[in-house]
């Protein structure tokens, strides 16, 4: 059985543009998931797709966004955990 992609796009963003980089990301219907984070990354965004050939146009799309400078995508191989519940 083929179920869809998860991923973790981590964004780093130009300085003081944290806000408005999230604020374009959730309008996105790919994103299931936007944070602002501390640490060696601004961003983290959890997207989802059907394949390989759509994750590489979601990536493509985040990364055209104003304000990310730089940005490393995590597929997901396995989810242990899932909305509270054990998967």
């Known amino acids: 059985m083929l179920t869809e992609i998860k991923a973790y796009i981590l964004c780093k963003v130009n300085s003081g543009t944290e806000r408005e980089v999230c604020e374009a990301l959730v309008e996105y219907s790919f994103v299931s998931e936007v944070n602002i984070v501390y640490g060696d ?12 050939q759509q994750l590489d146009f979601v990536i493509d ?4 966004t ?9 597929i997901v191989g396995k989810e242990c955990k899932d909305n509270g519940k054990a998967v």
């Open 61 to 64: 799309k985040i990364r055209m």
């Open 66 to 74: 104003h304000g990310i400078a730089f940005s490393s995508t995590m």
């Open 41 to 52: 990354y601004d961003i983290v965004a959890a997207v989802r797709a059907e394949n390989l």
